[in-house]
């Protein structure tokens, strides 16, 4: 009989293996967690508002899903990381009614109106942008403060492009005085930190000075440098070009439900790796000895972060309690509020948008949900977005488990992929033992 436990086990066995796996290709999401392309507006949209709460104060990830019920105005379902930071709840709504604002307003007003947006949002997440903007003002430094061409090749692609790269060193200039401060006054300041920020992306985007840059100024690359200092901006930004699109269904209210992480209830995370017990509750054609060995080569226990490996007993656990991703949460909820629907004949899709990507375990076990409803003939389904190169970050993710209260079919279901994709994972680590 599958239990919660085997699937800790699972997960434990496959830390080792899930990163390079995901590098190599040997795993890939499945095809029925894309949403569909005729809701874009909508995934743009939802996908943005999760983005803010990346950099809401003491929130570490959320999960937002957006449902829309036929014949029913679309809600949004909000999750933070437990627990729920104090105001949450007030501020996302006052956030959405603001960007509802923005839709609405006349042509005079809108400009108004989404500078007061803006605002808002700063005043709330610009510490945590800061936060890492700051420790990296090296970066800045090669923008600013520009080196001489390395040679005459250099020397070329740099004329071509000097006017560019020198307006650009003007806006980094711009966006480094604010940011080496803790806090931009707020109002027009802000405003304008804002407009910077954007007209740095914008001049990025540029092909010329994007390869240029790509090559001579900063070998991580700019779409590199644009996700990792400019996610903020860049949400706000799509977030309110979003507003102005006739196709997303807020016709006046749309409901919100900010749902508290830890409602499902908080466990320790516990998988003993002992051979013995891997073989009695998990049997089958893997060889226990060698994923135990893969476990102990990699080390990997003692790289999550939250999760403590202690070699004499083979246990890897958290040492307290811990809740499950929101993403996952929020998954259940809106489970168990399908299940106890009257109107279960209509067709329903909700799409979760993650602040961090999504990562492994929830992508299969929404494939596993799926794939359980569509065998019962419900027309009830989860999307994801999984087209993300950084999909599956299970290895820096905090502990994953599962909710106590899953379904015995989906639990089993989520044990057969994880299975399966451990026996494949296995093959390939013990054919690069060979080599050594
Ligand atoms: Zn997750």
Same mark, same amino acid.
């Given at each position: 009989?599958?239990?919660?436990?085997?699937?800790?086990?699972?997960?434990?066995?496959?830390?080792?293996?899930?990163?390079?796996?995901?590098?190599?290709?040997?795993?890939?999401?499945?095809?029925?967690?894309?949403?569909?392309?005729?809701?874009?507006?909508?995934?743009?949209?939802?996908?943005?508002?999760?983005?803010?709460?990346?950099?809401?104060?003491?929130?570490?990830?959320?999960?937002?899903?957006?449902?829309?019920?036929?014949?029913?105005?679309?809600?949004?379902?909000?999750?933070?990381?437990?627990?729920?930071?104090?105001?949450?709840?007030?501020?996302?709504?006052?956030?959405?009614?603001?960007?509802?604002?923005?839709?609405?307003?006349?042509?005079?007003?809108?400009?108004?109106?989404?500078?007061?947006?803006?605002?808002?949002?700063?005043? #709330?997440?610009? +510490?945590?942008?800061? !936060?890492?903007?700051?420790?990296? &003002?090296?970066? /800045?430094?090669?923008?600013? @403060?520009?080196?001489?061409?390395?040679?005459?090749?250099?020397?070329?692609?740099?004329?071509?492009?000097?006017?560019?790269?020198?307006?650009?060193?003007?806006?980094?200039?711009?966006?480094?005085?604010?940011?080496?401060?803790?806090?931009?006054?707020?109002?027009?300041?802000?405003?304008?930190?804002?407009?910077?920020?954007?007209?740095?992306?914008?001049?990025?985007?540029?092909?010329?000075?994007?390869?240029?840059?790509?090559?001579?100024?900063?070998?991580?690359?700019?779409?590199?440098?644009?996700?990792?200092?400019?996610?903020?901006?860049?949400?706000?930004?799509?977030?309110?070009?979003?507003?102005?699109?006739?196709?997303?269904?807020?016709?006046?209210?749309?409901?919100?439900?900010?749902?508290?992480?830890?409602k499902l209830?908080?466990?320790?995370?516990?998988? #003993?790796?002992? +051979?013995?017990?891997? !073989?009695?509750?998990?049997?089958? &054609?893997?060889? /226990?000895?060698?994923?135990? @060995?893969?476990?102990?080569?990699?080390?990997?226990?003692?790289?999550?972060?939250?999760?403590?490996?202690?070699?004499?007993?083979?246990?890897?656990?958290?040492?307290?309690?811990?809740?499950?991703?929101?993403?996952?949460t929020l998954i259940q909820d809106l489970l168990n509020k399908h299940n106890c629907d009257?109107?279960?004949?209509?067709?329903?899709?909700?799409?979760?948008?993650?602040?961090?990507?999504?990562?492994?375990?929830?992508?299969?076990?929404?494939?596993?949900?799926?794939?359980?409803?569509?065998?019962?003939?419900?027309?009830?389904?989860?999307?994801?977005?999984?087209?993300?190169?950084?999909?599956?970050?299970?290895?820096?993710?905090?502990?994953?488990?599962?909710v106590?209260m899953a379904e015995?079919?989906?639990?089993?279901?989520?044990?057969?992929?994880?299975?399966?994709?451990?026996?494949?994972?296995?093959?390939?680590?013990?054919?690069?033992?060979?080599?050594?």
């Open positions: 009989m599958t239990s919660i436990a085997d699937i800790d086990i699972l997960i434990a066995a496959l830390y080792p293996h899930i990163y390079q796996a995901r590098v190599e290709n040997l795993i890939s999401p499945t095809s029925s967690l894309q949403p569909s392309e005729n809701s874009t507006a909508v995934h743009s949209f939802v996908d943005s508002f999760a983005e803010l709460f990346h950099f809401y104060p003491d929130c570490k990830t959320a999960a937002v899903a957006s449902q829309s019920l036929l014949h029913q105005k679309m809600s949004l379902y909000i999750c933070p990381s437990a627990p729920t930071p104090a105001g949450f709840e007030a501020d996302v709504k006052r956030w959405f009614t603001q960007f509802m604002d923005t839709r609405t307003a006349s042509i005079e007003k809108a400009d108004s109106e989404r500078e007061r947006f803006i605002i808002d949002v700063y005043s #709330l997440c610009y +510490a945590k942008m800061r !936060q890492g903007a700051v420790v990296d &003002d090296r970066v /800045w430094t090669l923008f600013v @403060n520009l080196s001489e061409p390395k040679n005459e090749k250099e020397r070329g692609r740099r004329k071509a492009v000097s006017e560019k790269l020198a307006n650009l060193s003007t806006l980094v200039e711009s966006f480094v005085d604010t940011i080496s401060r803790e806090k931009p006054s707020l109002g027009v300041e802000t405003r304008q930190f804002h407009d910077v920020c954007v007209n740095i992306c914008d001049a990025m985007k540029d092909n010329e000075l994007k390869d240029y840059i790509n090559k001579y100024l900063y070998v991580l690359g700019v779409d590199y440098l644009l996700q990792r200092f400019f996610r903020l901006p860049i949400a706000i930004s799509n977030l309110l070009s979003s507003a102005t699109k006739p196709e997303l269904p807020f016709d006046g209210e749309c409901p919100i439900t900010v749902v508290d992480a830890g209830g908080a466990r320790q995370f516990k998988a #003993l790796l002992s +051979a013995e017990n891997l !073989q009695e509750i998990l049997p089958g &054609d893997v060889d /226990w000895d060698e994923v135990r @060995n893969a476990f102990i080569e990699d080390e990997s226990g003692t790289l999550i972060e939250g999760l403590y490996w202690n070699p004499s007993d083979f246990v890897l656990s958290t040492g307290a309690p811990v809740t499950p991703h929101p993403e996952v009257s109107d279960q004949g209509a067709a329903v899709t909700v799409y979760i948008a993650c602040s961090t990507t999504p990562c492994y375990a929830t992508v299969v076990y929404a494939a596993a949900i799926n794939n359980v409803l569509q065998d019962r003939g419900k027309s009830f389904k989860f999307t994801l977005r999984t087209d993300d190169l950084t999909w599956c970050r299970l290895s820096t993710a905090d502990p994953w488990i599962l106590n015995k079919d989906i639990v089993e279901r989520l044990k057969e992929t994880l299975l399966s994709e451990l026996r494949n994972m296995m093959d390939v680590w013990e054919k690069e033992q060979l080599f050594y």
